[in-house]
């Protein structure tokens, strides 16, 4: 089973800034990885597969990057929608896992 | 509109069965692969189960083959997770949805949580 890790667990960016998530896998899963938005009391939403590509609808400040083992989820200019809590999976092996989340709150 | 809605939640003890249904609209199931996703309070998701179009490949975590089975109604355009021998380790909520191949997750239900407690 491959283990993702988010870092950090908790960051703290005041609106109108930009946010930096890291995830790690514990063996290559190639480009085979997507993040996902959580809001309180909701399901995640997709925001990025294929490490970079961004659904329709999802805004542009949301961008990925990466490969194999070391990935980056960045969000420019927070907005307080934005707030949330990111998790990242791959999907090149099965079992599909997650990461823990990365809490996104306001400074 | 793409609307994927879990009912069949609660609380049962544990060892019960509980099953669960997902009841979808704005699309046909049959011709995508649908899964069961359930996130524990305060954890990362896990992904449960999963159900090609066709029917021919179906996963599951570790954690849960043996005692859970996915299924599909085409008539009903729903989707359905029977769970037995429920224990602690299965509380979650349990999410619905709908992937891209067998890759990642595109559409989600709003949950359905299973509490499983004596």
């Known amino acids: 089973e491959i283990l993702m890790t988010q870092s950090p667990a908790t960051l703290s960016v005041s609106p109108g800034e930009s946010a930096t998530l890291s995830c790690r896998a514990s063996q290559t899963v190639k480009y085979n990885l997507a993040w996902y938005q959580q809001r309180p009391g909701q399901a995640p939403r997709l925001l990025i597969y294929g490490s970079s590509t961004r659904p329709t609808g999802i805004p542009a400040r949301f961008s990925g990057s990466g490969s194999t083992t070391e990935f980056t989820l960045t969000i420019s200019s927070l907005q307080s929608e934005d707030f949330a809590i990111y998790f990242c999976q791959q999907y090149y092996s099965w079992p599909y896992t997650f990461g823990q989340g990365t809490q996104l709150e306001i400074k | 509109e793409v609307q994927l809605v879990e009912s069949g939640g609660g609380l049962i003890q544990p060892g019960g069965s509980l099953r669960l249904s997902c009841e979808v609209s704005?699309?046909?199931?049959?011709?995508?692969?649908m899964n069961w996703v359930r996130q524990a309070p305060g954890k990362g998701p896990e992904w449960v189960s999963g159900?090609?179009?066709?029917?021919?490949?179906?996963y599951y975590a570790d954690s849960v083959r043996g005692r859970f089975t996915i299924s599909r109604d085409d008539a009903k355009n729903s989707l359905y997770l029977q769970m037995n021998s429920l224990g602690d380790r299965d509380t979650a909520v349990y999410y619905c949805?709908?992937?891209?191949?067998?890759?990642?997750?595109?559409?989600w239900g709003q949950g359905a949580l299973v509490t499983v407690s004596s």
């Open positions: 949805a709908r992937s891209s191949g067998f890759r990642f997750l595109v559409d």
């Open positions: 159900l090609s179009s066709a029917r021919n490949t179906i």
């Open positions: 704005g699309f046909t199931i049959s011709e995508y692969s």
